[in-house]
């Protein structure tokens, strides 16, 4: 080993370890220069009749919550209002889909029950 790696970072290892990195360091970019699409899990509660529960997947939440609270959603049109409880967002589409209908099978829903729910 060099002596470069033997020094602490406190005893001047890290600036001798830099001598040898470019001037310049890219940044880093989170958003892509593609744009990507977000696909949101949702679970709403009935403000109406709080035993009512709905799970559902989206891409735009803030307008799929409107189109329930306005009732243009025919399964969830008659316990308006509706209140979003949790959601989770994938950026692929087949890991939302997947995990919404797994928590909509016996095992999701007793994890969602303990997990999300509460």
């Not at 989170?30 to 696909?39: A, D, E, F, G, L």
């Not at 035993?51 to 735009?60: K, V």
């Not at 049109?77 to 509706?82: L, V």
């Not at 950026?91 to 939302?96: I, M, N, T, Y």
């Amino acid at each position: 080993m060099g002596k470069a790696a033997r020094r602490s970072f406190s005893a001047g290892g890290l600036s001798a370890l830099a001598k040898g990195l470019p001037h310049t360091i890219p940044r880093y970019n989170p958003t892509p220069s593609h744009k990507s699409h977000v696909h949101y899990v949702y679970l709403l509660q009935s403000l109406s009749a709080p035993a009512q529960r709905y799970i559902g997947l989206t891409g735009d939440l803030k307008a799929r919550l409107a189109k329930h609270n306005e009732g243009g959603v025919p399964h969830t049109s008659k316990f308006r209002p509706w209140q979003l409880r949790t959601y989770l967002a994938f950026s692929h589409s087949e890991q939302a889909t997947s995990f919404e209908r797994y928590l909509k099978s016996g095992s999701g829903r007793a994890f969602a029950n303990t997990r999300l729910w509460s």
